[in-house]
């Protein structure tokens, strides 16, 4: 069975600031793993994903995340952190293709944002 | 409709009661899913629907949770005689249901249920 995990409970970066949210994964073919974020009050987003091809995948509100099958891990990144991106990280890890939607997330990790 | 739309925002109930939370998919979405994220925990999957197929329900944790989807689009999750350990947010999300490709979700606001 797949599984997730991050190890930063709780992060605070001060605005302008570089970010990086680790997330690790177990899992034993290909995965499939997704980045998604909460915001106060707000539903789920996705931010990104990786299925194949191209490690370094780019996603939305200038996110980025890079899969290392070596180090099994996900790690999102932003270069430059903004105010508004204070809000709760999951990193999710989902099964193979007849199940890839079955995912399986980390717990979180939020983020605060200093100004 | 524009998102996934779940009601009640929040319910609170006495341990013992049923509940029932309900949830209204994007509007041509066939798949449907029910998670549950509680406090200090990541989300936990409770089951999913998918057209006609049978639902995958593999993450509801005991006999007292239940879920059915009517004409294929609003679902319904019951918690029958409500334990104080239920008490989560239920996520409600659903997407094309291309699994192939691993489509994207797309989650509603939850029900924040509070058993006392």
């Known amino acids: 069975a797949q599984s997730v995990t991050q190890p930063d409970i709780h992060i605070t970066v001060s605005e302008g600031a570089s970010l990086e949210l680790r997330c690790n994964y177990s899992?034993?073919?290909?995965?499939?793993l997704f980045w998604y974020v909460q915001s106060p009050g707000q539903g789920l987003q996705l931010l990104l994903k990786?299925?194949?091809?191209?490690?370094l995948v780019q996603g939305i509100k200038g996110f980025e995340a890079e899969f290392k099958r070596s180090q099994s891990s996900f790690n999102l990144r932003k270069p430059s952190v903004h105010w508004s991106d204070a809000a709760e990280y999951f990193c999710?890890?989902?099964?193979?293709?007849?199940?890839?939607?079955?995912?399986?997330f980390g717990t979180g990790t939020r983020l605060q944002v200093t100004l | 409709g524009a998102g996934v739309s779940q009601s009640p925002s929040n319910k609170v109930t006495e341990k013992g009661k049923d509940v029932e939370l309900r949830c209204d998919p994007i509007?041509?979405?066939?798949?449907l899913y029910w998670y549950r994220q509680s406090l200090g925990q990541g989300l936990e999957f409770l089951i999913y629907?998918?057209?006609?197929?049978?639902?995958?329900k593999s993450g509801l944790p005991s006999d007292r949770f239940s879920a059915e989807r009517t004409g294929g689009s609003v679902s319904t999750l019951t918690i029958q005689r409500t334990q104080q350990e239920d008490s989560a947010v239920y996520l409600c999300a659903s997407s094309l249901g291309d699994r192939q490709r691993g489509e994207k979700l797309f989650f509603g606001s939850g029900t924040q249920l509070s058993v006392l």
């Open positions: 899992y034993g073919a290909t995965p499939y």
């Open positions: 990786y299925f194949s091809g191209d490690t």
């Open positions: 509007s041509g979405h066939t798949a």
């Open positions: 999710a890890v989902g099964a193979g293709t007849g199940t890839a939607s079955k995912l399986t």
């Open positions: 629907f998918q057209g006609n197929s049978a639902p995958d």
